[in-house]
């Protein structure tokens, strides 16, 4: 069967603040995912807690909203327990690199087939507008009185300099753009990390709308940016925050094995030497034997 | 000239090894060095070091001195020293005594007390409870603002966020509760006042920081405007962190005094007091507020005076006075620990003077509501209506959910037949309340309860409709018994009567 993009969208109305970035988001999830053609039911989509965090719901995938922060471990155990699913996780800037930051990294050194999909809005969203770790230095929020002191961490950096085999970035001014690189990011074998440009309509920055992304957004692709270079891509990230650039930072030329494909591998070595359930406690008093010698 | 060919030296003996054992790490290095087996592993854990130390048998030992150049502590395996030690020398320089780290007689840290500076009367505001809650942490000198985002407490958190720089006060949104109450855990140890504000999921996050603070005895503010639960839930109000405030604060024998404000003046008065005692006891201090609370707005008188704070003689303060000061939740050795609980107990134990309730109306009253933070507004109006109804209704509303005013309780209650619990959880003041008689031992009447969760208030008409419905029932088991709670058990020692 050929699933449309209309086959991806749930009968919940979103109740995101009318032109908030995320509703791009989502549309062009339908069509990633009408693309790669997996049915609604084999797709478990993970999230965190914030506006954006809302998303499974707008899906006919299976969804799961979790915990505030830690999106990416459910995701990984639900990954390890039904390694078939293809498994889909998003979030806010702030549910991934604030309370959620030191999960990203393990994440990315286990390699695990996941796609991490961050609406970046520079902004906490759902608890109405306070500073986010990507908001920038001098930011005034409500808890940023005088100016935001500290510097923003650099999304696509962090996650390059852990080693991700896939970065990309995109934004819903260009809905063919971000669309196919979420495509591109649920193909790739191991972990992939899109982060979206997501305005936040409501507490987001005046100059940093929509409007603005259309007129300075820059594809990699028409730079000549070749993504199989990592140090190339790491000079461009260095642009986040005043440029935008949008395509595929980095893909790794050759993919290094998931970490469910090691544990395959692991388990095939095994293939006939395991024992069988039900002898379960000879495996527990040969190990007794052993210890006693 | 004389040689000394005529008196040939004896032959000098090499020096064998030797340890002190609260020295050696039990890393296992030198083991293998000696071939002749000299050193073994050890079995007991040194109670000094909380580390298992190497054993020496010495017996077939060659004093070959391999084992030494094996043992990478300075202080560790060394030769024993051959020549006579003169009296009153130690033996050798342990690390401790080594000149170099002597230091001059330093002075003794003393209490800086704190001072109170009148506070010019002000006119009456009008507040959210968030926001009085946030004035009454400046009225006690709080500086020191740590906390993440999360409705409905950030309104307490974004005045301070607004505040705090213009007093040379740090505010820092942290980037999750975790590393919140560690900042607070830090700012604590130097004697500082700090606080945070939070709601249910947040102060879930923070129980383990504050286990900690507890175990180190350092002194902080937690404001947990309680919202809906489990997980999620909504940012409607509810009482259902009661259970985690009075018994759960994190792992291990913990407790910290919990207010349970029901106004934004008190939201401001008890945040003041928290700070108070958290110094007094060096112990958190919980304030539980609730969703409905910290968003509304009523009148809150200012203080007649602030605090400026002094200085803790406990505290890491970073100078030559304070040099020995520890901040710390381990004690390694079983004895030392249950010693630190038994200290901690007598705490506990001394922080009973500081229960608190209101009773209105209690003194004939033939039905008492209990109820505190926002329900207990609507049972105030439940009893004024009950009153005008010619039924002898009284309020009794804790203030400090732990420790729970008992003896306040009992006084309330010395003739009333019923008593009706509203909450907006399932049974979580119910069960500090049974908890707090059982242990004092106090019957209780028969007890009803009006409770809603997930968001729902109780309502007036409800509780009026409640106590009315507990004062209708009849009562079974006699009321005069030693527990007028119902008891159907056979066992003869359980002292409820039924079992005649
Ligand atoms: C433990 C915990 N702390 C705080 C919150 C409140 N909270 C919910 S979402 C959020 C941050 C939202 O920002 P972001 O992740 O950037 O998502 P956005 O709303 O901007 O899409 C916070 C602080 C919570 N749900 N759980
Ligand atoms: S608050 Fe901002 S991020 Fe949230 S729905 Fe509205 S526009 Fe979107
Ligand atoms: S001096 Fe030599 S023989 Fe003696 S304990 Fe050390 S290694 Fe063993
Ligand atoms: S090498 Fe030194 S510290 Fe390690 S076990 Fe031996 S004596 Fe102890
Ligand atoms: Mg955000």
Known sequence: MNCQPKDFKSDLKPIWCPGCGDFGVVQAIYRALAAVGRLPHDIAFVSGIGCSSRIPGYTTAYGFNSVHGRALPIAQGLKIANPDLLVLVAGGDGDGFSIGGGHVAHAIRRNIDLTYIVMDNQIYGLTKGQLSPTSKQGLQTVTSSLGSLEQPVNPLLYVLSYGAPFVAQGTPADMAGLAAVIEEAIRFPGFSFVNVQSPCVTFGEDDWQLKQHKAVMKSLQSLGHDPADVIAAMRLAQGYGHELHTGVFYRAPQPPPTYDALVRARQQEQAGKALPRERVLELFAAKKKETAA | MATSLETPKPKARKPKPQLDPDLCKGCLRCIDSCNHHCLVPGHDIDPRTG?????????????????????????????????????????????????????????????????????????????????????????????????????????????????????????????????????????????????????????????????????????????????????????????????????????????????????????????????????????????????????????????????????????????????????????????????????????????????????????????????????????????????????????????????????ALAEALSGASRLVVVEASAGQLEDELRLAASHAGLALPPLAAVRHSGGVLPQQDEIVAGALAALAREVTAPTASKSADPCDCSDPECGCGDEE
């Open chain 2, 51 to 407: 580390l298992i130390p190497i054993e020496l048998h010495l017996e077939a030992c060659t004093a070959c001195g391999l084992c030494f150049d094996a043992c990478p502590e300075p202080y560790g395996l060394r030769p024993e020293r051959l020549e006579e030690i003169p009296t009153g020398q130690p033996e050798f320089e342990r690390p401790t005594d080594a000149d170099h780290l002597k230091r001059p007689p330093r002075p003794k840290p003393v209490d800086i007390p704190d001072v109170l500076r009148e506070l010019p009367l002000g006119a009456t505001l009008v507040l959210k409870g968030n926001h009085a809650s946030a004035i009454g942490a400046l009225l006690a000198g709080c500086r020191h603002f740590y906390g993440y985002p999360i409705t409905p407490s950030t309104e307490g958190a974004e005045l301070l966020a607004k505040l705090l720089p213009k007093l040379n006060g740090i505010f820092l949104q942290a980037v999750s509760e975790v590393a919140t109450v560690n900042l607070m855990y830090g700012t604590a140890g130097a004697g500082l006042r700090t606080m945070t504000f939070t709601s249910s999921p947040g102060f879930s996050l923070m129980l383990e920081g504050v286990s900690y603070m507890i175990g180190a005895e350092l002194p902080a503010v937690f404001v947990n405007v309680m919202r809906g639960g489990p997980g999620l839930g909504n940012i409607a109000p509810e009482q259902a962190d009661i259970k985690l405030a009075c018994r759960g604060l994190g792992h291990g024998n913990t407790h910290a005094i919990v207010f349970a404000p029901s106004t934004p003046q008190e939201m401001l008065d008890l945040t003041r007091q928290a700070f108070e005692l958290a110094f007094q006891y060096r112990n958190p201090v919980v304030l539980l507020a609730d969703g409905y609370l910290g968003q509304m707005t009523g009148r809150v008188e200012l203080p007649k005076a602030l605090v400026q704070p002094g200085l803790p003689k406990w505290a890491v303060a970073g100078d030559a006075a304070h040099r020995d000061n520890l901040i710390s939740s381990i004690f390694l050795a079983e004895a030392d620990l249950e010693a630190h609980n038994r200290h901690l107990d007598d705490k506990y134990a001394r922080m009973a003077r500081e229960a608190r309730a209101e009773s209105w109306q209690c003194e004939d009253a033939e039905v008492v509501i209990v109820a505190c933070n926002t329900p207990a507004r609507m049972a105030r109006g439940a009893v004024a209506e009950l009153r005008q109804r010619g039924v002898k209704a009284g309020l009794f509303r804790p203030i400090t959910l732990w420790p729970f005013p008992i003896d």
